[in-house]
């Protein structure tokens, strides 16, 4: 059997486990929504746009966020969903902040349709438009982002610009001649992000990958193709979360599957026995829609006092791979 049958199986065996929890059927094509306008939380994020160099346009450039952790901690690299930007992510990245972490919110070309709605049933397409994204290497009609525009070029720049504007904060230890020290590194993300930081961790080895509502890249039992060949960072170090009634659920947990992250948990709060790697949320977050949405970003709910309430289920991933 191949990898991409063994994948295909593996698909199919994880999706009939999921919908015992009588999960929704996502419907294809919605763009990814519910990206909040925003808001000010009074914590100590630093913003910044990338500098630009003569001739050398970065675009979009929304501003970035960041904030030095205690030493000797990963830097946790954050990457967005599809429209959105980091400023949608600051309780989160808070969140992140207070536990340690240096962290660092990453704008980058993730504008127009999603990659689900790009790619579809294509696997080959996914891996295509990731690669571009990554670093703007083989551009095609599916996306054709220049390499000062891609993430690895902002990412750079980004470290560069705050090795320089804040000399005690300790970014240097991430990169080295502006080569990246990958196994410093935790790539989060959300939706689109979460996919794309899925999809660096395959060609390097980092220090863990944190996956929101992502990836979607997988479609009727195929998944994309550079999920069928074993990544640099391994399932142990790779963690995921997506609600129950999210709108892409069945494309995010056979994109689970295909990495083989496990069998999912279904968990309201914590997962039991805190060893899950796949964790299908079962709270209130609204609509499919708005769920998707919902998962990471600052327009999750809160509780009476004000707390997100998945802030717990936040806490222990980030904890993981700290």
Known sequence: MNGRRRAAVALAAFVAVVSLIA???????????DHPVAVKHGSALMSFALPRSAGDL???????????????????????????????????LSTASSIGFHVLALDYWNRGKSVVRTCAGDPRCY?????????????????????????LSRLRAALSYLT????????????TNGRIN??????????????????????????GVLMFSSPVESDNGVAASWMATPGKTPASSMYGLVNYNDIYVHHVVGSWSA????????????????KAHAIVNTLNLGTP???????????????????PILKPVWTWMLKQVL
């Open 23 to 33: 999960i929704p059927q996502a419907a294809i094509g919605a763009e990814e929504p």
């Open 58 to 92: 970065i675009t979009p450039n929304a501003l970035n966020y960041a904030q030095p952790g205690r030493a000797g901690t990963p830097l946790l690299l954050f990457l967005p969903a599809t429209g959105a930007v980091p400023a949608h992510y600051q309780q989160f």
């Open 127 to 151: 891996t295509a438009v990731q690669q571009n994204r990554f670093n703007g290497t083989s551009p095609t009609s599916f996306s054709a982002i220049a390499p000062q525009d891609s993430i």
């Open 164 to 175: 320089r504007s804040d000399p005690s904060g300790g970014w240097g230890k991430y990169s």
């Open 182 to 207: 990958w196994s410093r590194i935790v790539l989060a993300g959300h939706s689109q992000g979460g996919g794309e930081s899925a999809f660096i961790a395959h060609g390097h080895a980092v220090h």
């Open 259 to 274: 990495l083989g992250l496990g069998t999912p948990v279904d968990s309201k709060t914590l997962p039991a026995g805190n």
């Open 289 to 307: 829609e708005q769920s998707h949405g919902r998962s990471v970003s600052d327009s999750t709910p809160r509780n009476a006092s004000g707390v």
